[in-house]
């Protein structure tokens, strides 16, 4: 394969950009990070990602794939050394569920929890811990998904990012989803993945994205009033 060039659109406190710099590293590819600002698309962005004007957005030879889910797959499509979804047809499948599950349902939830308040945000905080029993009963205690083997793959870049991301947005908005005492299984791996280097080497700063989600919740609460 010839010589590519590379860009990731992206912003320092996305979650979903970190999963597309996860898989890059892994993958060993070199590109050029482009920091882009939400407050004020720029005409870069919208040229590039104009249906949903959002990030990440990986640009290979001028050619844009936006969402981070499809951005990963072409990533391991595009450089098949080092695979992060399983080779396994049938396994493919399974983890694209989860991924789907995690992203439809847990990140939403704790999204509605993150920009709500009084019963509304109680119950968004109820479903989170609903599904992150589901987390654990199905991802971990089988051990068919997640911790079964070595390294990092599809569902540990899903979820992982999910998780890094979960306390600063718990402090933010002041409510509590995750109980290291209820989700064992999930704390010991969230642990052991926050150790590894290629995910530790370049985290945001706890303080600056709890800060981050104090505003972006006030700034939104504000507009429903």
């Not at 499948?93 to 939403?108: C, G, H, M, P, Q």
């Amino acid at each position: 394969m010839g010589e590519v060039e590379v860009k990731l659109l992206g912003s320092w406190m996305s979650p979903f950009v970190r999963r597309v710099q996860w898989a890059l590293k892994l993958k060993g590819v070199t590109y050029e990070y482009l920091e882009e600002d939400l407050k004020k698309k720029s005409p870069r962005l919208l040229n590039y990602n104009p249906i949903h004007k959002k990030i990440p957005v990986l640009v290979i030879d001028g050619k844009p794939i936006a969402e981070s889910p499809v951005i990963i797959e072409f990533i391991d499509d595009m450089w098949k050394h080092n695979p992060i979804l399983p080779i396994d047809p049938y396994e493919r499948s399974v983890a694209r569920f989860w991924a789907k599950f995690i992203d439809e349902k847990l990140s939403n939830v704790v999204r509605m929890a993150l920009f709500s308040e009084g019963e509304e945000q109680e119950k968004a905080v109820k479903e989170s811990i609903e599904s992150f029993e589901i987390v654990e009963r199905e991802l971990f205690k089988e051990k068919t998904l997640i911790g079964a083997g070595e390294g990092i793959g599809y569902l540990e870049i899903i979820l992982g990012s999910f998780c890094t991301w979960l306390p600063a947005i718990e402090e933010g908005a002041g409510f509590k989803v995750f109980d290291s005492n209820k989700f064992p299984l999930v704390n010991k791996w969230m642990t052991d993945f926050l150790e590894l280097s290629i995910v530790k080497e370049d985290l945001p700063p706890r303080d600056r994205l709890v800060s981050y989600f104090q505003q972006i919740r006030h700034f939104v609460l504000a507009t429903k009033k």
